[in-house]
């Protein structure tokens, strides 16, 4: 088997590095990597808090759901399954979303989104311009509750913050916002609909910064990132967009107690090429860490990241794969291994489970949805395959 390019050949040019620069003064983990101190440098000399679950006193939760949508043209639906205590995922319930599905691949992450509680879930219905509102019961089974107009067209990603909704609206280029009513309805917030940089931004994720106060969304034909500032009643204050770091930035989650911005760079799909970047959040503003730090695989796309951000998670659509990185308290990117796991044909959404011992991933052409086990130093291993997922689903949530 071809080696991949990792946390190895990253630590080797560090350490050619710093023999060349000798320094008196402490100097942080990330800066002081040798061979012999990989796995010292990610568990933190034991103190990485994504790495205390593989700890012997801890124990698997069992109980938590995972919800993904058809996406079928006809009627879309949501899929529930629920986590078994080891992990693997048992179909529990098939809902009608309330809306059209689009019937081919979306390309976007966030289809469907859990609120903080996991009270409300909410998904796009692309094919008909909808969104969709669903109560979450104690056992994980959804309801619909209210589906209402998008504000534009092709709407393929979602986020929320307490009772604040936002829709990316791809097809049209733009963003439109709603609040979340105490019954479930959505109720249009007036200013809150707002053009991207261009009309073919292309733009496959929005998700709001970490305190509410403001939403990212990448753009991959631009190759910018933007982020809209909100006024007291959630509508658009102002917007800036930012040029990204790699080309054709895509899926984004938040690390390290949410501090940074971890940005996948699809690179336009080419082989090999790519990326993923790492900005600081300061003031909504973002500032590039250590660059576009590659992963040597194609069409790097989806990004999770375990529960205290150490880690990230990224499926490569070009070669079927999840990759991990490790992040530095300092927000750096570091590739611990280019293929973490085979994940399936056409690797797509990916997600990490709340109790912070399992990965999922669907195989968008394998009509897969594969699941995972946490290993230390952000290894994974393979536990099981829900096979016949619908064959367009789209959008992983969890809790």
């Not at 080797?12 to 990330?30: D, T, W, Y």
């Not at 689009?102 to 094919?127: D, K, P, R, Y």
Request: charged share 15%; glycine share 10%.
């Amino acid at each position: 088997m071809k080696k991949t390019p990792g946390l190895i050949a990253i630590a080797m040019s560090i350490l050619l590095f710093n023999a060349c620069k000798k320094e008196s003064q402490s100097v942080s983990p990330e800066q002081s990597v040798t061979s012999a101190s990989i796995n010292d440098m990610i568990s933190e000399h034991g103190n990485n808090p994504d790495e205390a679950v593989f700890k012997t006193n801890a124990s698997a939760t069992s109980g938590g759901h995972v919800y993904t949508e058809s996406n079928a043209a006809a009627q879309n639906s949501i899929l529930v399954f629920e986590q078994n205590a080891d992990g693997t995922l048992t179909m529990q319930q098939e809902v009608a979303s309330g809306g059209a599905g689009l019937g081919v691949g979306l390309g976007s992450q966030g289809a469907l989104v859990l609120n903080e509680t996991h009270q409300w879930l909410f998904a796009v219905n692309a094919g008909d311009n909808t969104v969709s509102s669903f109560s979450v019961a104690a056992d994980g089974s959804l309801t619909l509750q209210h589906t209402a107009e998008s504000g534009g067209t092709k709407p393929n990603s979602v986020t929320v913050h307490g009772n604040l909704l936002y829709v990316l609206n791809t097809g049209s280029s733009s963003i439109c916002g709603f609040t979340v009513e105490a019954d479930g309805r959505l109720s249009k917030i007036e200013g809150s609909l707002h053009a991207l940089s261009n009309p073919a931004a292309d733009a496959p994720q929005i998700s709001f910064e970490p305190t509410g106060k403001a939403l990212y969304v990448t753009e991959k034909a631009t190759n910018k990132i933007d982020r809209f500032m909100l006024n007291a009643t959630g509508a658009i204050a102002s917007a800036d967009f930012m040029p990204s770091t790699g080309e054709t930035p895509f899926g984004f989650d938040y690390g390290r107690n949410k501090r940074y911005l971890i940005v996948s760079n699809a690179a336009g799909g080419l082989a090999g090429a790519g990326s993923c970047t790492a900005y600081a959040l300061s003031n909504g503003m973002l500032t590039d860490r250590n660059g576009a730090v590659p992963n040597y695989q194609g069409a790097p796309c989806w990004v999770a990241t375990t529960k205290h951000g150490a880690f990230a998670y990224v499926a490569n659509t070009g070669n079927n794969s999840l990759s991990s990185y490790y992040i530095s308290e300092t927000g750096k990117l570091y590739l611990v291994n280019a293929i973490a796991a085979i994940a399936g044909l056409a690797t797509i959404d990916v997600a990490v489970s709340t109790d912070n011992r399992y990965t999922y991933a669907i195989g968008s052409l394998s009509h897969t949805l594969e699941q995972f086990e946490r290993k230390p130093f952000g290894q994974l291993e393979h536990i099981g395959t829900i096979t016949s997922l619908p064959a367009v689903a789209a959008g992983l949530a969890i809790y």
